[in-house]
Every structure is written in C-alpha cells, then in structure tokens.
C-alpha cells in the first residue's frame, strides 16, 4: 500500500505540474498559484468544488478559507478527516470578476471547467474513489449536465465518471450564506446527503471475481 500510495503521488505531482503550466483561459494567467489539490491519493472519497477563492489561491491548496472550515465539519460529521478524503475543484485557477477593492470570486465558467476537465479527469483516474462528492450546482452540471438542478436532484446517487457513484449536497460556501429557518433547513439536507456517503462507504466494496484456481 505504501508503494501503491507513493506511485500515485509521483503520478499527482506530475500532473500537478502540467496543470500549472496551463494557460487555456484567462484565469490561468491572472491567478497566484494553480490549485491542483491535495489529500489522500489513495481516498476512497473525492470532494470536488467549483474553483479557488482568493484566500485558495493566496495559497495554492483548496478549501482552506471559511467554506473550507466547514467542509471539514461536515466530513466530521461522517468521521471522515480532511486527511481522509481528496479534495480537488472543477477548475485549477481563481475566477475572478474585477471589483471596486479588488478581484472577486466568481462561478466558473462553463468553457473553463471544460478547458480544465482533462485535469480534473487525470485526478479521478490516478485516485479512483469509491465515491465522488460534488459540492454545489457548477461542480454537479460539470458532471451531470446542465439540466442538473441541486435542489431537486442532491442526494441522490448518478453514475460519475469511470462508472464511480456521485452524489451532490449543497456547497459549503451556499450554507455559510443561509440564515435562520433556511440554515437550519440546509443543514439538515446536507447532514442527510453526508449519511448516504457514509453508508455507500459501509457497503463492502465491489470485489474482483476469485482466480479461476482459487475456486477450488
Ligand atoms: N470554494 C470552492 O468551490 N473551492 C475552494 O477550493 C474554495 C471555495
């Protein structure tokens, strides 16, 4: 297993490599650091965002700001650690929209999660989670189509790419924003999505037939 997990961090730091030499879109030559990701190459969980935040790409790694503190309680909530899981996002650079004090966050756009998926599908080839987590609508749409509509179609399991089951729950950041009733409410449906990884996680994984001569 050592090995294995060291083979699939050379694999990463390569690919890491190549997404940050990457100038497809615009983003790619306003932003501070490429956010490839991190976490457990060998994760049985792949959380997917949308796109770095500022304080993201002040520091290169992902889900470090308050969405990421949340992220983190809400893995708890399942006993999953940050260590546990891999944590990644549709898009590598930081959207930007120009503000009065400066730039601000902004949702991906279509064409640059398309632009940055060969990377995104490298990372889920290399990991090969047993479960894909999709937070919010831009990073479920990348995956599902643009028909995909969270409040609807969260919490439900969908055939995620190399056949891996994905689920979608709310984005971090989308709860940090409610308030009230609706917090309360949010958080509710999110605790629930969470369980149902759980339990994914608790069914036995799918096994490989026996060897022909092992059979007796
Ligand atoms: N929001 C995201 O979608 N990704 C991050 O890395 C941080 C905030």
Same mark, same amino acid.
């Given at each position: 297993?050592? !090995? !294995?997990?060291?083979?699939?961090?050379?694999?990463?730091? /390569?690919?890491?490599?190549?997404?940050?030499?990457?100038?497809?879109?615009?983003?790619?030559?306003?932003?501070?650091? @490429?956010?490839?990701?991190?976490? @457990?190459?060998?994760? !049985?969980?792949?959380?997917? +965002? %949308?796109? #770095? =935040?500022?304080?993201?790409?002040?520091? =290169?790694?992902?889900?470090? =700001?308050?969405? +990421? /503190?949340?992220?983190?309680?809400?893995?708890?909530?399942?006993?999953? &650690?940050?260590?546990?899981?891999?944590?990644? @996002?549709?898009?590598?650079?930081?959207?930007?929209?120009? +503000?009065?004090?400066?730039?601000?966050?902004?949702?991906?756009?279509?064409?640059?999660?398309? @632009?940055?998926?060969?990377?995104?599908?490298? /990372?889920?080839?290399?990991?090969?989670?047993?479960?894909?987590?999709?937070?919010? &609508? #831009?990073?479920?749409?990348?995956?599902?189509?643009? %028909?995909? $509509?969270?409040?609807?179609?969260?919490? $439900?399991?969908?055939?995620?790419?190399? =056949?891996?089951?994905?689920?979608?729950?709310?984005? #971090? &950041?989308?709860?940090?924003? $409610?308030?009230?009733? !609706?917090?309360?409410?949010?958080?509710?449906?999110?605790?629930?999505?969470?369980?149902?990884?759980?339990?994914?996680?608790?069914? &036995?994984?799918?096994?490989?037939? #026996?060897? $022909?001569?092992?059979?007796?």
């Amino acid at each position: 297993m050592l !090995e !294995e997990r060291a083979r699939r961090e050379r694999l990463l730091a /390569q690919a890491a490599g190549a997404a940050s030499a990457c100038r497809r879109c615009e983003i790619g030559a306003q932003r501070r650091n @490429n956010v490839y990701g991190e976490g @457990n190459p060998c994760a !049985e969980v792949m959380v997917i +965002g %949308e796109g #770095p =935040g500022e304080t993201e790409d002040l520091l =290169g790694r992902p889900f470090v =700001g308050r969405a +990421g /503190q949340l992220l983190e309680k809400m893995l708890a909530a399942v006993s999953l &650690a940050r260590e546990d899981v891999y944590i990644c @996002n549709t898009v590598k650079c930081r959207p930007t929209l120009p +503000g009065p004090r400066g730039p601000k966050n902004r949702a991906p756009e279509p064409a640059e999660m398309a @632009n940055c998926r060969p990377y995104l599908d490298e /990372q889920i080839d290399i990991i090969r989670p047993r479960v894909i987590l999709a937070l919010g &609508a #831009p990073a479920a749409k990348s995956f599902l189509g643009r %028909e995909f $509509q969270i409040t609807k179609m969260r919490g $439900q399991w969908y055939e995620g790419p190399l =056949g891996i089951p994905l689920l979608a729950t709310f984005h #971090p &950041a989308y709860v940090l924003r $409610q308030t009230g009733g !609706e917090l309360t409410a949010v958080k509710r449906l999110v605790w629930s999505d969470l369980k149902a990884v759980r339990t994914k996680l608790d069914e &036995a994984p799918a096994e490989a037939p #026996p060897e $022909q001569a092992s059979l007796f």
